[in-house]
């Protein structure tokens, strides 16, 4: 497959925006249902993106559908601002329109029309301008459709208070249905579409629909705006600029058309802005100023300028590859943001402070802290160990004893997070100090929740980190419950780790201090569930030197 870039651009671009009426007429008239919900994305202090999805009737269909697009202060009240648009046949007749002229800092609502059709009603908050006295975000990431049902989403949804959704990424994953978390999606009768690994555009929309069609995701979207970046299942896993860990060439065909592949369908199916002519489509770095309170900086750290993963060569490290991956970890010149990007970031952050803000907040796809593998042999007591490496599969039992060792030679519990990357790191970490911030730093891709205290390599604390555990995907606690307080207990830098749960956190800043409130569900299997909250940490502002303080 071949994707021109100036035409797929075309494409891209024309369903952003409002059309004129001439153009508008010129569209095909079809029954449609809006069965994949509406969603609003990247706002900003005059509007936001709206977007929504006409599925015509008539499978057959093939001409553009005519939408328009109504914003009201009350979802059944009269529009305050409205427009047309074209729900594209080229773009999956999925539609995107920005709305502005809007109120800071206000919620609205939202809605399409097709003729007689009406879409469900969403909702968004505008950003506010000046003073504000506090900012309340849901943080979330890794949902594998087959791996659970969205009740986070569902928790998130019934929110009283909700000014934004920060996507951390793996909104999809490219599994096919005997892929990662295959047992539990055959267990709930959530098996992905299409019924293979995914790897064309045609197949990256179909994946993209299915959990559209999600009612939970549907109300997540609904409850407020996402502010969105991919990690890496939105193409293939552990990918980096050049290629993924599950990318074979040989029978998959070439990685660029893949990757363009991916990139298309996300912007179509996503609520957020399209890419900028001239830039990479890769390049969905971006920021939002939430008053005179905090900026959020959100960053690409995958397909951008991402260097390879040091990997082992087989299934597990062997002794002999211990110290050619270390001196490779070592390499000064491996990226993970890229030298344009970190500039950018220490531009946006040094602005931030400058004007006052109290709070710079990095949206990043991976985890940042230093963190060693556990020894759970030592940590757990040798007979404990034996018993609970007894329980698991003999695959299971070759890795974790593998790891083991590796992580007592030190390396790394994960290559492919930041501590893949250490020089990358610290010139973020200068980055950083320079711009005269310790930002809170926001992390996904785990499957796990953290709290984590960040220190440069002259031990100088420069950043906390709060990481998302997943909303539906499964991670080394459905192995081995309770190894999270392992990794914590083996680490300085981190103060809390859950391997266990799924949920979401809830982040709450004001002037003074930021609380993160980590989230749970109680199951992902069945309904109803019950909601807790696990833990909650504060950091202080304008108290660089503070570590992040556990609250009851």
Known sequence: MTINRRDALALLGTGAASLPMSAVKAAAVADVRFVHGVASGDPGADGAILWTRATPSDPAHTGDIALEWHVADTADGPSIRSGRIKARAARDFTAKVEATGLQSGRDYHYWFTAGTSRSPAGRFRTLPKGRTADVVIAAVSCQLYGGGLFNAYDAIARLDRLDAVLHLGDYI????????????????????????EILS????????AQ?????????????????CVWDDHEVANDDWMGGAENHDPAT????????????????EWMPIRDPKPGQPWEAINRSFDFGDLATIVMVETRLLARSKQVASKGATIAPAEYAPMMAERAQSDRELLGPAQLGWV????AGSVATGKPWQVLGNQVVMAKVAGPDLERQMGPERFAATMAKLPEMWRDRLAAGIA????????????????????????AAFRRAKSRPIVLSGDSHAAWANDLHDDSGRLVAVEFGATA???????????????????ANDEVRFCDQDRKGFILLTLT?????????????VLTKPFEQASVKRFRAIAGKPERPLEEIA
Not at 253 to 267: E, I, L, N, P, V
Not at 471 to 489: F, R, W
């Open 173 to 196: 994953y490219e599994y096919g249905p005997e892929g990662f978390g295959a047992d539990v999606a055959k267990k709930i009768g959530r098996i992905v579409e299409p019924a293979h």
């Open 201 to 208: 555009l045609a197949d990256y929309r179909t994946r993209h």
């Open 211 to 227: 959990v559209k069609r999600d009612a939970d995701m549907q109300a997540a979207h609904a409850r407020a705006a996402f502010i």
């Open 252 to 267: 998959e065909g070439d990685w660029k058309a893949r990757k363009a592949a991916s990139m298309q369908a996300y912007f």
């Open 346 to 349: 220490e531009r946006t952050m």
């Open 406 to 429: 590796s992580y007592r030679a030190g390396l790394p519990f994960n290559f492919d997070s930041w501590d893949g990357y250490p020089p990358a790191r610290e010139r973020l970490y």
């Open 471 to 489: 909303i539906t995907s499964p991670s080394y606690g459905s192995l081995l419950p309770g190894i999270g307080a392992h990794i914590a207990d």
């Open 511 to 523: 002037p003074t201090e930021a609380i993160a409130d980590f989230r749970t569900v109680s199951t």
